[in-house]
C-alpha cells in the first residue's frame, strides 16, 4: 500500500498480519507521494530497550569498516587499478 501523510508512522504489516515494522514516508507530502520505507520491527524493539536502559539510543555496535564500490573508471585509475580489476 502507498505510504502518505495519512498512515506515516503507523504500523506495516506482512500478508500474514503480522506487524513487521513502522512505515514512514520519506519525503514532504508537497514534494512526491507513495515514497516511503519502512524500520523493521527489530530496529524499533531494540531502539525502545535502549532508551528504557541507558536513557538515551546508543546505537547499534559497528566494526568501524567501510567500503567503496569500485565502479567509476576514474576511481579505479585514482587507486592505479586496471580497466580489468574490479572491486
Not at 514534494?31 to 546508543?58: C, M, Q, R
Amino acid at each position: 500500500a502507498a505510504i502518505n501523510s495519512g498512515n506515516s508512522g503507523g504500523p506495516a504489516f506482512n500478508r500474514n498480519g503480522e506487524c513487521v515494522g513502522i512505515a514512514f514516508q520519506s519525503m514532504n507530502s508537497d514534494e512526491a507521494e507513495n515514497i516511503g520505507y519502512v524500520i523493521p520491527s527489530l530496529v524499533v524493539t531494540h531502539f525502545l530497550k535502549d532508551l528504557l536502559k541507558h536513557g538515551k539510543y546508543t546505537g547499534f555496535p559497528t566494526l568501524g569498516v567501510e567500503t567503496q564500490t569500485m565502479e567509476n573508471s576514474q576511481l579505479r585509475e585514482s587507486f592505479g587499478m586496471n580497466d580489468k580489476q574490479k572491486g
